[in-house]
């Protein structure tokens, strides 16, 4: 299986180290999948990540709107990157529900795509979200980690009420802005340009 990319928001997915696209070693692939379900399928986030790709030289993007149609669903079964992007992790795990983008998700990822999370996209890939009316949301749990976001100057508030409603011994880790992790197959955690935050 291919890692998992969680970052805290998209300036990782232009961020160059030493005139080399820092997650180049990544985006393996010519077909790359854009869920813009927690932005409520903006177009302006849409157009970041085409140009992202194309600088990464992916060219053959498209949008998986919250209304899934039938092309749709058979262009992310042949995208080698499918990304989730970010904005209200409640309004995007609700859609996948609704939709059933979080079964095929999953399938993809053990299929073989790259999955990127940017943000909510990133919490979404962890163990679980905080709803609106402060319960746990479980979601993909694809990453056996709480995942917080850019969090850092409110002291990772999200993160740590989410880790007084889990189980003891659950783990957390914050993604500190313009930060990011790579998440690989041994279940080992590569940090991209900043140091994550390990939570207690």
């Not at 990540?49 to 079964?77: K, T």
């Not at 990453?143 to 783990?171: C, Q, Y």
């Not at 998440?183 to 590569?190: C, G, K, M, S, V």
Request: with cysteine; hydrophobic share 45%.
């Amino acid at each position: 299986m291919q890692p998992i990319v969680l970052l805290a928001d998209s300036q990782l997915l232009f961020w160059r180290d030493n005139d080399r696209l820092l997650l180049a070693k990544v985006l393996a692939g010519s077909k790359a999948a854009y869920i813009g379900a927690s932005n409520g399928d903006n177009p302006d986030f849409y157009a970041i990540f085409v140009a992202a790709m194309e600088g990464a030289g992916v060219f053959d993007c498209r949008m998986i709107p919250a209304a899934v149609s039938e092309s749709d669903l058979a262009f992310l079964n042949y995208a080698d990157i499918i990304l989730l992007a970010g904005g209200d992790v409640e309004l995007g795990w609700r859609t996948f529900l609704s939709n059933g983008l979080n079964n095929h998700i999953v399938r993809r990822y053990f299929e073989g795509a790259t999955l990127i999370g940017i943000s909510a996209g990133a919490v979404q890939l962890g163990l679980c979200g905080l709803a609106a009316d402060g319960s746990l949301m479980e979601t993909f749990k694809l990453v056996p980690f709480i995942i917080g976001a850019h969090e850092e100057s409110d002291n990772w508030k999200t993160t740590r009420d989410l880790l007084r409603l889990s189980p003891t011994n659950t783990r957390a880790i914050g993604l500190p802005t313009g930060g990011g992790v790579i998440y690989h197959e041994d279940q080992t955690l590569e940090s991209l340009r900043h140091p994550l935050v390990e939570l207690p």
